[in-house]
């Protein structure tokens, strides 16, 4: 799922909106990261709980998500900071897909092989446009 989503963020496009790739792109990236996030509580219930890799980052990360939830409540645009505050939490939910996803080379090499594919796709489409 990972590979998939790597590939085809930089494709998407929506040509009716005035900025046609960011919010396609956001729209991509939440719906990822809830899917992972499902995907995780689903195999947290049927597997039994085996002990994970302690993340400094991930940590660190979770501290920075809590810190940001608290500064929703005083903040002027309650809607602009939940936004932020959502974006946030998705890309901290595919930072945890990734570090757990990348612990060998090969998983590694397959994430990088769709980065390069997807790259060369607009690329081509730039020369030719």
């Known amino acids: 799922m990972l590979g998939v989503l790597v590939f085809l963020l930089p494709l998407l496009h929506s040509s ?4 046609p790739f960011a919010l396609p792109k956001k729209i991509a990236l939440i719906v990822a990261a ?3 996030w499902g995907l995780q509580i689903v195999s947290h219930l049927r597997e039994e ?10 940590h660190l990360s979770l501290a920075t998500l809590a810190c940001a939830a608290f500064a929703v409540l005083p903040a002027v645009n309650r809607g602009l900071a939940l936004q ?6 998705a890309g901290l939910v ?8 990348v612990r ?5 090499a ?4 769709a980065v390069l594919l997807s790259a060369a796709i607009v690329r081509r489409g730039m020369r030719q446009g």
């Open 16 to 19: 009716v909106l005035s900025d």
């Open 34 to 36: 809830l899917l992972l």
């Open 49 to 58: 709980p085996r002990p994970g890799i302690a993340s400094p980052a991930l």
């Open 84 to 89: 932020g505050l959502l974006d946030l939490g």
């Open 94 to 101: 595919l930072f945890w897909a990734v570090t757990r996803f």
């Open 104 to 108: 060998e080379a090969a998983n590694a």
């Open 110 to 113: 397959l994430l990088l092989r």
